[in-house]
């Protein structure tokens, strides 16, 4: 459950980690702001129907964008030794996510699918669904969110090898500007084994595409 939001101001943690912090308004000033944004459309944010929307809309925004929240390294910071031993590929895949684009804000769609050949280190299933969440509950680009994710597995596991697909419709492509309905953007990460290996290459991409699998 999203936590309540109170008027006080909060810092965020930066997009960009050579960025510094951000300073969040406070829920007033925020909600001030989308009664602009009302009156910017052509409305009046007085009327009935609108009156709680400000609220609703700052609600729904600390929902969006909670991945500022978080330290997308502190996700994988857990190993399990048990499984140490463990040399395999291990594949997430298809896992859904919304994310928003940080040129229009309007919602980015898709399924990501993201693989490590590990070294000595191996992480819950969980986490590598959380690293995915932490960054597309972001303000994004589909680009710079597939290598933040990768960047992030390579320096905290220090894997053999890392690949991240991400395949998504943005709404800013499909809902204005050219209107192209339908279409999807993939984007890739490889690393390591993944890019240098071609027989490894093919294994992740061949169990990606697999309908037998998963």
Known sequence: MTPPITAKASTLTAANQ??????RPSADEAMEAVRTLIRWAG??????????????????YR???SGYEEDPEAVLAKTFEEVAGYDEIVLLKNMHFESHCEHHM???IGRAHIAYLPDRKVVGLSKIAR????????????E??????????????????VAVIIDANHECMSTRGV?????????????????????????????????DIG
Do not use: C, W
Request: aromatic letters at 4%.
């Open 43 to 60: 409305d009046n944010p007085a009327r009935e129907g609108l009156i709680e929307t400000p609220q609703r809309v700052i609600e729904a």
């Open 18 to 23: 050579n960025q510094q912090p951000t300073q």
């Open 179 to 211: 209107h192209k309905t339908g279409s999807t953007t993939i984007t890739t990460q490889m690393r390591g084994a993944f890019k240098t290996d071609k027989d490894a290459r093919a294994e992740v991409m061949r169990m990606v595409a697999s309908s």
């Open 144 to 161: 710079l969110m597939t290598q933040q994710i990768a960047d992030v597995i390579e320096k905290v596991l220090a894997p053999r090898g």
């Open 131 to 142: 690293l995915l969440d932490v960054f597309a509950k972001r303000l994004q680009t589909q």
């Open 106 to 108: 309007v919602p980015i």
């Open 63 to 65: 929902e969006f964008y």
